[in-house]
Nanobody, 115 residues
Framework: VQLVESGGGLVQPGGSLRLSCAASGFTFSSYGMSWYRQAPGKERELVASISSTGGSTNYADSMKGRFTISRDNAKNTVYLQMNSLKPEDTAVYSC?????????WGQGTQVTVSS
């Protein structure tokens, strides 16, 4: 099983990034997917989640209207479009796959928002 995140980097405040998480080794279309983030010295927090079919999404309040989660089951990939980025969005962003009691994690990608 692999979850490989990409798309992180350094961006100025107000900018945008699109993160990708490529999955392999399991039946991607059967799993709900989520993005989490962890900033230095802080606990990991849920950013957004999406159901296995993509028909249902959920966002943390601070991300609503700025972030969009989506998935392409044909490509076994989940995305996180991040707009209007703020310095407080700086964190390591990781994707996870969940189905019943099974949970997989990726290694994460660093997002730094700074001028």
């Amino acid at each position: 099983v692999q979850l490989v995140e990409s798309g992180g980097g350094l961006v100025q405040p107000g900018g945008s990034l699109r993160l990708s998480c490529a999955a392999s080794g399991f039946t991607f279309s059967s799993y709900g997917m989520s993005w989490y983030r962890q900033a230095p010295g802080k606990e990991r927090e849920l950013v957004a989640s999406i159901s296995s079919t993509g028909g249902s999404t959920n966002y943390a309040d601070s991300m609503k209207g700025r972030f969009t989660i989506s998935r392409d089951n044909a490509k076994n990939t989940v995305y996180l479009q991040m707009n209007s980025l703020k310095p407080e969005d700086t964190a390591v962003y990781s994707c996870s796959a969940q189905r019943r009691t099974t949970l997989y994690w990726g290694q994460g990608t660093q997002v730094t928002v700074s001028s």
